[in-house]
């Protein structure tokens, strides 16, 4: 039987990754629709989408990422972040579709010093991570066949990440101060991709708050240092303290997530950070 999916957000980089894994799955039947063919701000374009399209999944792969602008453009991002995946979940409720929401690890403080589960206490410190949350709610209101998925530092040869940012100021750079007490996990969109649509394949009703990311710890600095490495581009790197590097938005300063659930629930396995790095820069050249 072929499983109709929805993938909204298709410019961004998550649903990019995921047209790459297509080939995949001969049993998923994808419909993609960027920001002007599905306006997740626009309920009634929703509800007809919904009424119109035969939908088994929908990956809600639509956001407003912009960590630091959220914080002076704040209606914009809630209205996606929150109201988006609202209108959403109305939707797929309304219409029998199970859906996979993406949401953060700045829905955390970052106050903690161990890994983040799914009940740990949120705090958002600023707007990005506050419409997110908002949106997590918005969903759990509304609907019960949800995964919402909350991962962490997503990089991939699509769209704008830290990994290509950081290889392109080593173009115009000899030297790079990166924060070096901002502790996290990053993750290979592409295995973020991979996940979700695991999801579907093994039909699972265990639905839920999940945690995802790949494994092992490290910082913006290291992370930032492996990527030069691995590239084999010279340059030289500072570690810096946030305080050196301000930003309109506060980032926790711990934001690792514990996968247990995941991979217990879900059979989903996670693979260590570096490795993974190594593939995505293969894949980038
Ligand atoms: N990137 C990261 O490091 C992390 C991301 N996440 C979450 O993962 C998910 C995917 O992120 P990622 O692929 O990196 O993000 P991107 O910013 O690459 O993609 C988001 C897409 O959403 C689209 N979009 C924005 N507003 C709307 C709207 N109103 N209606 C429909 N589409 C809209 C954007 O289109 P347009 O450009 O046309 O506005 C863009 O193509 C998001 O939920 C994000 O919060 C979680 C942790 C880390
Ligand atoms: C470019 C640059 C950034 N930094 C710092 C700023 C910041 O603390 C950190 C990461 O920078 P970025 O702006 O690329 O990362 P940011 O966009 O904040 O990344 C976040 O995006 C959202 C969408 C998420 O959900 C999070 O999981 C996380 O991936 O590196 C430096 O220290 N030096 C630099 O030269
Ligand atoms: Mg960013």
């Not at 297509?22 to 960027?34: A, D, G, K, M, V």
Request: hydrophobic share 35%.
């Amino acid at each position: 039987m072929t499983l109709n999916v929805l993938i909204t957000g298709s410019n961004g980089q998550l649903a990019t990754c995921i047209k790459d894994l297509e080939r995949q799955h001969p049993n998923l039947s994808f419909i993609y629709t960027n920001s002007s063919q599905l306006d997740l701000t626009n309920q009634e374009a929703i509800n007809l989408f919904f009424e119109t399209n035969k939908i088994d999944w929908c990956i809600n792969c639509a956001a407003y990422t912009a960590v630091d602008k959220a914080e002076t453009d704040t209606e914009k991002a809630f209205k996606v972040n929150e109201q988006g995946p609202k209108h959403l979940a109305l939707a797929c409720n309304n219409h029998n579709v199970k859906l996979i929401h993406v949401s953060t690890d700045f829905v955390f403080d970052g106050s903690k010093s161990s890994p983040y589960n799914e009940e740990d206490q949120t705090k958002p410190l600023g707007v990005y991570g506050t419409s997110k949350l908002q949106g997590e709610l918005a969903i759990k209101d509304v609907m019960n066949a949800f995964f919402i998925v909350r991962t962490s530092w997503l990089y991939s040869e699509h769209g704008n990440n830290f990994m290509k940012t950081m290889l392109r100021l080593a173009q115009t750079n000899k030297e790079l101060n990166i924060v070096a007490d901002q502790v996290g996990t990053p993750t290979y969109a592409k295995d973020l991709a991979g996940a979700l649509l695991r999801i579907i394949t093994s039909n699972s009703n265990k639905y839920g708050v999940y945690h995802y990311s790949n494994e092992g710890v490290t910082s913006w600095y290291d992370f930032a240092k492996a990527i030069f490495d691995i590239s084999e581009i010279e340059i030289k790197v500072n570690p810096i303290p946030s305080k050196e590097f301000p930003t309109p938005a506060k980032r926790p300063s711990y934001s690792v997530l514990d996968k247990q659930k995941i991979k217990e629930n879900l059979n989903i396995e996670t693979l260590y950070w570096r490795e993974r790095l190594k593939t995505a820069i293969k894949n980038l050249y």
